[in-house]
């Protein structure tokens, strides 16, 4: 089974659409969809319990206060039954149509690869977003070294065993492929296509990206000092 884990925060006028996509996309697979409703104060939790109705294979995760982003993605991995991840924004910028692509890239790709991450292209952001988004990641890839031109898309696919192994903080979530590298595990990448927000605005601002932002490249580059040898574990006499 895949999971898709999607967070989102008042989203209430995208998810009819986009959870339609992701059901499009998904046809003929084992899959679910777990909606993680982080704290929203519009119709969301109404229109998922609709579409929850009509539709067997989707679950709603509801934080009862906001607790960002990162927190959202965290509990739908611990929700999930799949043993692959794969996680998308919920404000429909992300194409679910990638859904499949990423899923397979990463189950063919074999044991020693741990992500593989979505790279958009064609961004549809404001020019403020998108210059922050390339000062963030060009900072990122000086420091971390993972490979990884735009660690902020939502697109990822990752097994879930290792998912929940990965060190946990508030940012987390843009810095996975550095945290699979922590692990011994390589990271691919999959080009995508982004989208223009069909409703609303973006609910997780520039500040939690840049800011915080460097607080949390601090961390991760710490954790990745402090693990240089990732061994190979066999238990014998079996």
């Known amino acids: 089974m895949i999971s898709i884990v999607i967070p989102c925060k008042n989203e209430a006028d995208n998810l009819p659409l986009l959870i ?73 910028q992300n194409d679910p149509a990638y859904l499949p692509r990423l899923a397979d890239a990463l189950a063919a790709a074999g044991p020693k690869v741990g992500i593989a991450a979505g790279q958009r292209l064609k961004r549809t952001d404001t020019r403020l977003k998108q210059f922050s988004s390339r000062f963030a990641n060009g900072l990122r890839e000086r420091i971390l070294r993972d490979g990884t031109r735009d660690s902020g898309c939502g697109l990822k696919a990752l097994h879930t065993e290792l998912f929940r192994q990965l060190p946990y903080f508030d940012g987390w979530h843009r810095y996975l492929p550095a945290l699979v590298i922590r692990e011994g595990r390589a990271v691919i990448h999959v080009d995508v296509v982004d989208r223009s927000r069909r409703h609303g605005k973006s609910n997780y601002g520039i500040l939690d990206r840049g800011l915080r932002g460097i607080l949390d490249l601090t961390g991760v580059w710490w954790l990745r000092r402090r693990r240089r040898v990732v061994p190979t574990v066999t238990e014998l006499g079996q």
């Open 20 to 92: 339609g996509e992701v059901h499009a996309a998904m046809d003929g697979r084992d899959y679910e969809v777990i909606v993680v409703d982080d704290g929203s104060t519009d119709r969301t939790p109404q229109v998922l319990a609709d579409l929850a109705g009509s539709a067997g294979r989707l679950r709603h995760v509801r934080h009862d206060r906001s607790a960002g982003q990162s927190a959202a993605v965290r509990s739908g991995v611990f929700a999930a039954r799949g043993a692959i991840v794969v996680t998308m924004d919920g404000d429909g």
